[in-house]
């Protein structure tokens, strides 16, 4: 598989073992929402039973269509959304929500959001911008300008002074992002979590984020967890990729052997309509409604939308009764291939993590 952003693939390697930096643990995020079909009001459920961990200097791209959850999983890892249910774990202590605790965690963990012209205040200089978050958390520093300057080095606007008295109006996208970049890296943290940090880029200045955010894990140990609906950016920057479905991560491993060899029917499908796959079927259309979180379905939550299903080879395989009722295990965070589907767990022994127990 090869992508217009390709700045080469990074190594993926023992970070996935390393004891993780960030975790979230049976994460579930819940809104109240719209209207229930039967009266009162609904519930979303965005997040539905996450473990995810990412270990230190590694990228972890959390990948699926709009509206899995991909964005509110962001968030709770953050501390901007609190969890319905289970806990975001730092360094293997459970993220509390004080706003002293939570000001020292930012501290540590950084956002780095999708739209650069709208995370920048336009009648800020770069200067400013920079400088926000370092203000808020730690006051006027004796250092700042030195500070403001490291960070806009590091997110590659060199020379820095250049730039520093500079409006967003005055760079190009790819410099403004740079901005807001660095504007996470004053405050020397140890996580990045990126959501959809290029999808307002042009596919010129894409591979130069990207080669960016590889450069910061491997020569500041920085680890991320980056969400995007793009497969190729994950291709290309992560050393493992957790699947997304209606809330759920269906499909967890290295980024070879998720993305080169996909076990669960939703990421084969989602890997089966780009042009270079190499699975070597065609496209596989998704048939059935697109998936709503105040509605999971019964069993196993893709059912109504699998191709397997559908065409009788879960039926051959004599999980087909499993997958309209039994809800695949929720998958566990660490390293190793991992898939939440019944077929997949019965079609071929030693390929996948036996996970498909009953989660009922
Ligand atoms: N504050 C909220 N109130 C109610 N529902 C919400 C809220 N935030 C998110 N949702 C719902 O939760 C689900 C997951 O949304 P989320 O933004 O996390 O998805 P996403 O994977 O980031 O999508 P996209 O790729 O479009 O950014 C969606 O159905 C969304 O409508
Ligand atoms: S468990 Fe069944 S319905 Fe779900 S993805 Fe696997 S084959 Fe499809
Ligand atoms: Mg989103």
Redo the contacts with the bound molecule.
């Keep these: 598989m090869s992508t217009d952003t390709a700045p080469g693939r990074p190594g993926a390697g023992p970070r996935a073992r390393a004891v993780p930096i960030l975790s979230a643990e049976s994460v579930e995020v819940a809104f109240t929402a719209g209207f229930a079909p039967g009266g009162g009001r609904g519930t979303a459920r965005a997040v539905d039973g996450v473990h995810l961990d990412v270990a230190p200097g590694e990228i972890v791209a959390l990948v699926g269509e709009s509206g899995c959850g991909k964005t509110t999983l962001a968030r709770t890892l953050l501390g901007l959304e609190r969890p319905t249910r289970g806990r975001i774990l730092f360094e293997g202590a459970p993220l509390r929500y004080r706003s002293r605790d939570l000001r020292s965690y930012r501290h540590r963990v950084q956002f780095v959001q999708q739209d650069p012209m709208g995370s920048l205040n336009p009648r800020r200089t770069v200067y400013e911008s920079v400088v926000e978050g370092l203000r808020i958390h730690e006051g006027t520093a004796v250092d700042e300008l030195e500070r403001v300057e490291r960070a806009l080095s590091r997110a590659g606007l060199r020379p820095p002074e250049r730039f520093l008295s500079r409006y967003p109006h005055e760079l190009s996208g790819g410099q403004r992002q740079r901005v807001v970049i660095a504007g996470a890296l004053v405050l020397d943290p140890e996580v990045l979590v990126a959501d959809e940090p290029v999808a307002s880029l042009d596919a010129s200045v894409r591979g130069e984020i990207l080669r960016l955010l590889l450069r910061l894990r491997d020569g500041l140990g920085l680890s991320a967890l980056v969400a995007t609906h793009d497969l190729g950016l994950a291709w290309n920057i992560a050393d493992r990729v957790a699947v997304m479905y209606l809330g759920r991560v269906v499909e967890l491993g290295t980024v070879e052997e998720v993305l080169s060899a996909p076990a ?3 990421t084969r499908a989602l890997l089966s309509v780009l042009p270079d796959s190499g699975l070597g079927e065609g496209p596989v259309l998704l048939s059935g409604e697109p998936p709503d979180p105040k509605q999971v379905p019964s069993g ?1 939550r ?2 109504p939308r ?1 191709p ?2 559908a065409s009788g080879e ?1 039926e051959r395989a004599g ?1 087909a009764d499993r ?1 309209v009722g039994v809800d ?1 295990a929720i998958l566990g965070g660490g390293a190793g291939h991992r898939v939440a ?4 767990a019965a079609d071929e022994s030693g390929r996948v993590d036996e996970e ?1 127990a009953s989660n009922r």
């Design positions: 669960h029917p939703y196993c893709f059912h699998c397997v299903l879960a999980v997958c695949p589907c019944h077929w997949a498909a």
